[in-house]
């Protein structure tokens, strides 16, 4: 059956009292909206997915998940966070690449390739983010391809390597613009025809392509209709559960198109 996932990037938004406030809005709108076929998700910061994960319920269908992960197993590095650690946190997924990480704190393709290893190694699904920046945007097929092949080693390393890939082109993210429909649809047939190279026709139908970058509810619907869009990874729009929930309502509707 086909699925559509609906993921949340918190970032660095929502102490402790807005988490517990958002998880009882959020608990109570879910129960009237159906899921099926829908994968939710909410990645807060990681000091919170715990508490994230009891307030929802530790039998609850939403993922949570982490925003970065250290591309070190353990040991001396201050202020990162392991694979084991989130994985002992009872965290589902992991973004690898934010382009707010590659931009902030200069991680490089061949950093996310030893992300993703520890994310694997540690039963985490990886979120793979990549994406053009402005200036890259007239060759935008080649960033992508570049980004996917500079990691090709660690996705295609065992046939059990469960993964999604977000494309969010970086000019997008948090500026209220989106590409046009076309633009997207075309740059998710690029990202699925390298992914059916790399891994072969029937894994790289397996694998979630979402897209990222100023969606919200209003846009939603037209997004998750897009061919290739398995879905959508959400940042400011998530913060508040009632356009997240409503953006849910759209994938849902668009599940069997
Ligand atoms: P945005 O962020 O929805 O606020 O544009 C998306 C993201 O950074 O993943």
Redo the contacts with the bound molecule.
Sequence with gaps: MKRKYLLA?W?MNLDRSAVDAYSEKFLNVLSSVDLEGVQLGIAPTSLWIERLKSKLGQDSSVWTGAQDVSSQSSGAYTGEVSAAMLASAGTDFVLVG?S?RRQWHGESSVECADKLERAFENGLRPVYCIGEKLDEREHASGVVSEQLHAVASALTGYSERTFIIAY?PVW???TGLVPTNAEIESLHKIVRSELTSMLGSERSAAVPILY????NAANACELLKIPNVDGL?????SLKPDSFLEMARYAQATVSL
């Design positions: 990037n970032k934010h707010e969010e997008a993210i948090g990222g970058g100023s969606a990874l959400v940042g400011g729009a």
